[in-house]
């Protein structure tokens, strides 16, 4: 029996933060070296104790199993602008040697029924504690911005409702779960034109400066 949620939790806490600051950093390199980042921005919490009291009875997860059974008392959100880009980070976590990569959930190309999309990742983290080290589970949500917005409505409405929307509820946020696909997928495909015209563009320039070098000899 937990008697005292707020110890018991400092753990993932300190997760928490450290992810937070690693993915940041990880997005400024990016910045800092010219690079076109595939991270906009990066959130974090540790769940709170009436979620979690909430799951364990909707789960029916035993309190003794809390911290091997419910695998997002610590969790990151990672948003990007580009459908790409979500793989594009699962490559970077999985090749990080600072967490091990225990479960993926795909839920971008198989989204859930409610139309929810998504990448999901458990991760292994180790964290440096006064009693020594001490591997977390935290789990890692890579999505588009419009996957967010989606998602943080639709966890709006399903709290106000209680879980339980009527019918043509469901099917109209299914309607809008396509829309926001179909929104990523034209971007996606305008980036992608933007890419390779700049990318001609430069190996253009780079012929006429070539050529001009040459006629100069």
Do not use: C
């Not at 008392?73 to 990007?80: E, F, N, Q, V």
């Not at 793989?87 to 795909?106: G, H, S």
């Not at 190309?109 to 006064?130: F, L, M, Q």
């Not at 009693?131 to 409505?153: C, F, P, S």
């Amino acid at each position: 029996m937990i008697e005292n949620w707020q110890n018991f939790l400092r753990p993932y806490e300190q997760a928490v933060a450290e992810l937070k600051v690693k993915f940041r950093a990880l997005r400024e390199e990016y910045i800092q070296t010219g690079v076109e980042t595939p991270i906009e921005f990066v959130t974090g919490r540790v769940k709170s104790v009436d979620a979690i009291k909430e799951k364990l009875v909707r789960r029916h997860v035993d309190e003794d199993r809390i911290e091997q059974d419910m695998q997002d008392l610590a969790g990151i959100r990672i948003m990007t602008q580009f459908t790409n880009d979500i793989y594009t980070v699962v490559d970077l976590i999985r090749a990080r040697n600072d967490m091990v990569v225990l479960e993926e959930r795909d839920y971008v190309t198989n989204s859930k029924p409610s139309g929810y999309r998504s990448y999901h990742i458990v991760i292994e983290y180790p964290i440096e504690t006064a009693q020594g080290e001490r591997k977390i589970l935290a789990e890692i949500q890579i999505r588009t911005m419009q996957m967010n917005v989606w998602a943080t409505i639709e966890h709006a409405m399903n709290y106000k409702y209680d879980g339980t929307y009527p019918e043509d509820m469901e099917d109209k946020l299914r309607e809008v779960a396509e829309l926001t696909f179909k929104v990523d997928d034209l971007f996606q495909e305008m980036h992608q034109e933007i890419s390779e015209s700049q990318h001609a563009l430069r190996n253009h320039t780079k012929r006429d400066h070539v050529q001009d070098e040459n006629n100069n000899l």
